[in-house]
């Protein structure tokens, strides 16, 4: 590799955006640029000559448009583009008196501002010498019907057919939609709370189970797949939604 890689990752403040951020820096040397709607002390404490962190609310077409051209104008470079931040709220029913308005704010995160990323980065992308790469963080959700997460579903399905338009319309740029499993982050601790019960039903039992089986992923077990697509995604994955511990992605696992 003649230089290392720069990598914008979204939602980059905790859990598994957080995770790849160290993944990038640590493992991959790469330069990381993080747009967080705030910037905790644990992203802050990761001061890197290699690391760019901007405050950023990916709702905003404009801060978006701001900071992908900060980083252009600091590095010259975009190589990849980690797309992690993602809403879970409103948990509710579609036939319950939820706002319709809540629904929009929930897709101006996990599906507007997407297209917002994309489209500013990929002019970079395209001309990346070390080939353009975009992992879309999803979730088993995309292909499930979970009673009580109407928008997340339906959002994270959008998610992944963005994913395999973008494949089809921009061949020289690798697009790949990954499943991080079930993951101990703060989304999954408020899937958790009673108050998400009433939505959820009989099914929200399930998720407080697996705190009890040990079942939980580190956000890390994840984010070293994510981390190692953004930089060496193979061509064949390009459109595809995989799961972290598929086999393709054996390469990029923690060892």
């Known amino acids: 590799m003649s230089r290392s890689p720069v990598i914008i990752v979204t939602g980059a403040s905790k859990g598994i955006g957080l995770a790849v951020t160290k993944v990038l820096l640590n493992k991959y040397n790469a330069t990381v640029v993080t747009l967080s709607r705030t910037i905790t002390s644990e992203l802050r404490d990761l001061a890197s000559d290699g690391l760019l962190t901007l405050q950023c609310d990916v709702a905003n077409e404009s801060a978006v448009l701001e900071s992908v051209n900060k980083t252009i104008e600091k590095y010259h470079h975009i190589d990849g583009l980690v797309l992690n931040a993602a809403a879970l709220e409103p948990l509710c029913r579609i036939g319950d008196d939820t706002p319709i308005s809540a629904w929009k704010d929930h897709f101006d995160v996990n599906v507007f501002s997407l297209v917002t990323s994309v489209k500013a980065a990929l002019p970079s992308l395209r001309e990346s010498e070390l080939g353009g790469k975009i992992v879309f963080v999803s979730s088993g959700a ?6 009580g997460w109407g928008p997340y579903n339906a959002s994270k399905a959008a ?7 973008l494949a089809e319309e921009e061949p020289s740029v690798i697009s790949v939609a990954l499943r991080p499993g079930v993951v101990d982050t703060a989304m999954h601790a408020a899937i958790r709370d009673l108050r998400a ?9 399930a998720f407080i189970d697996t705190v ?44």
Do not use: Y
């Open 142 to 147: 995309a292909v499930k019907g979970t009673p």
């Open 159 to 165: 998610m992944n057919s963005l994913c395999r338009t």
């Open 197 to 205: 019960a009433k939505a959820m039903g009989a099914g929200h039992q």
């Open 212 to 255: 009890a089986k040990g079942s939980l992923l580190k956000p890390e077990t994840p984010g070293h797949v994510i981390a190692g697509l953004s930089v060496h995604c193979p061509k064949d994955l390009s459109g595809q939604f995989v799961n972290w511990n598929d086999d393709v992605c054996k390469p990029f696992m923690l060892e």
